[in-house]
Nanobody, 125 residues
Framework: QVQLVESGGGLVQPGGSLRLSCAASGSIFSISDMGWYRQAPGKQRELVAVIRRGGSTNYADSVKGRFTISRDNAKNTVYLQMNSLKPEDTAVYYC???????????????????WGQGTLVTVSS
């Protein structure tokens, strides 16, 4: 079993900052891509940022220059530093990771996509 647990959401004023964390635990052999998605009320879930194991990143245009994704491979943790927050950043933020688990009795590693439970970020004055 693999679990992703997010933390760091909350209420912040426009222009403020928050840092989200997501720690993966369980039967983990390796983690490839890790990312953050968000879903605002009445809207579809959208990609915010993704980071590959080697460190390369991609961002949604709406957050470029304001958000920074990073990861600590030793801790199986991904972070999202959010600066200059805007009311339109209000959403539930979900952590996502492609987690590799070694199949018992074999050399095979199987990668499956996992999601966290979500953490609410509210940007309001």
């Amino acid at each position: 079993q693999v679990q992703l647990v997010e933390s760091g959401g909350g209420l912040v004023q426009p222009g403020g900052s928050l840092r989200l964390s997501c720690a993966a635990s369980g039967s983990i052999f390796s983690i490839s891509d890790m990312g953050w998605y968000r879903q605002a009320p009445g809207k579809q879930r959208e990609l915010v940022a993704v980071i590959r194991r080697g460190g390369s990143t991609n961002y949604a245009d709406s957050v470029k220059g304001r958000f920074t994704i990073s990861r600590d491979n030793a801790k199986n943790t991904v972070y999202l530093q959010m600066n200059s927050l805007k009311p339109e950043d209000t959403a539930v933020y979900y952590c996502n990771a492609d987690v590799g688990t070694k199949l018992p009795g074999t050399l095979e590693v199987r990668y499956l996509e996992h999601w966290g439970q979500g953490t609410l970020v509210t940007v309001s004055s």
